[in-house]
């Protein structure tokens, strides 16, 4: 580690640890804790990852300090896609980008074929709508079948 005046150090004081927390802090993004975030995240660090070395011999991205050189990658950027909300009875509410927002059972096929195209592969998606239609055909109750 560096002070600010250029040297190495190998221990820090109180108010450099300070110094460097409120400078991470500011530069932090406030995210929501969900899924989708994660999801991007994990897509992003994938892409990084895979990029590695290319990005070794050709850095992208802005200057991240004045005479630091230069970022190896692209920083991260969250893309919205909106959000689904259950409301009970077959119902539910979606705001999408745009300032799109619907209401009722066709919103609730909506969030149904999303959910069941965001898994992992086909045999889930095939256990999910088999699962669904059960409960449609059925109910809630599985002690009846």
Not at 29 to 45: C, D, F, M, N, R
Not at 53 to 81: I, M, Q, T
Request: proline share 5%; hydrophobic share 35%.
């Amino acid at each position: 580690m560096k002070d600010p005046e250029g040297k190495d150090v190998k221990e820090v004081d109180i108010e450099g640890f300070k110094q460097a927390l409120s400078q991470v802090d500011s530069q932090a993004k406030s995210l929501p804790a969900t899924a989708q975030v994660a999801a991007q995240q994990g897509a992003y660090l994938s892409r990084c990852f895979n990029r590695r070395e290319h990005c070794k011999d050709n850095p992208e991205g802005p200057r991240r300090f004045v005479g630091s050189g230069r970022h190896a990658f692209v920083p991260f950027r969250y893309k919205h896609l909106g959000q689904f909300a259950p409301l009970g009875g077959e119902q539910a509410a979606a705001e999408l980008p745009g300032d799109w927002v619907s209401i009722g059972h066709s919103t609730q096929w909506l969030w149904y074929s999303v959910y069941a195209s965001k898994q992992v592969s086909w045999r889930t998606r095939v256990l999910l709508v088999s699962d669904w239609t059960r409960r449609f055909v059925f109910g809630r109750d599985s002690s009846r079948i």
